[in-house]
């Protein structure tokens, strides 16, 4: 019912329900996520943990047959390739619930990921004009955004090929590793000269995610994080925000951006 109209109207919301990730015989994390696309959310969460290293090192992903009381769906099983994993996929082993608002939450340790985030090589350069329209074509590419008005989206793209992969989920971090697992199935990663674009803020976790897929630029409509600043400057990763009606601010990378004509902090 709309509020202080007395009229009652159909509206959309957006899907949030459970995910239970097992690795082999054990439960990995319980995520919160908006269903479909739950393949490619595992591969790109497995991959920015650093649980595997490429495709190759997954042999099989299933939902499992629900039990009595289980949603559908809701359960998904991995089998890693003989010896994947080990201690990644321990220190990576989440304690509790990891929401849709958090990428890290729960997590043992980020000392880990944090030493794995080496310097980029050869980071491609990009033209400030292409970078400043990755927003608005993300925009376009969000229906279930329209609908329901609570989604977050996250794409890759390329200067030649555009946007590559879209992907939205109730969880900004969910979005990515959508994303980037569609890349990595497809056996697309890394992708230096590939753009990470994202309809939320530039958070930590959503740099550390870029960088893991061999991403090298992330552009975000929205603010940077101190500690996501830092990690991209020592990584050699071109970092935009508050890319909105064709301009921006460069917080990292500026080098890599070519006709920039006055742009940045």
Request: charged share 20%; net charge negative.
């Amino acid at each position: 019912m709309r509020a202080g109209l007395g009229e009652r109207v159909d509206d959309c919301v957006a899907v949030e329900e459970p995910l239970q990730i097992r690795v082999g015989d054990e439960i990995w994390t319980t995520t919160m996520r908006t269903p479909g696309s739950d393949h490619e959310l595992v591969a790109g969460l497995l991959l920015a943990e650093g649980v595997i290293r490429s495709e190759l090192d997954i042999v099989r992903m299933a939902h499992c047959v629900p039990t009595e009381g289980e949603s559908a769906g809701n359960q998904l099983e991995v089998q890693l390739a003989p010896g994947v994993a080990g201690i990644e996929l321990e220190t990576s082993r989440r304690s509790n619930l990891t929401t849709s608002a958090c990428g890290v939450c729960g997590r043992a340790s980020i000392d880990d990921l944090l030493a794995r985030l080496a310097p980029l090589p050869n980071p491609a350069s990009f033209d400030a004009t292409w970078i400043a329209q990755l927003s608005a074509e993300l925009a376009r590419a969000q229906p279930n955004f329209a609908h329901t008005g609570g989604l977050h989206a996250a794409a890759i793209a390329e200067p030649a090929r555009g946007l590559l992969v879209v992907r939205e989920d109730i969880g900004r971090h969910n979005a990515v590793d959508k994303a980037v697992g569609r890349l990595l199935l497809d056996r697309a990663l890394p992708a230096p000269s590939s753009v990470l674009v994202v309809s939320g803020r530039a958070s930590f976790e959503i740099v550390q995610k870029a960088l893991a897929a061999g991403i090298s630029a992330l552009v975000s409509v929205s603010a940077p994080s101190s500690l996501a600043v830092g990690t991209a400057a020592r990584s050699g990763m071109l970092l935009v925000g508050f890319a909105r009606s064709g301009d921006f601010n460069v917080y990292a990378g500026a080098e890599r951006l070519r006709g920039l004509s006055g742009r940045g902090i």
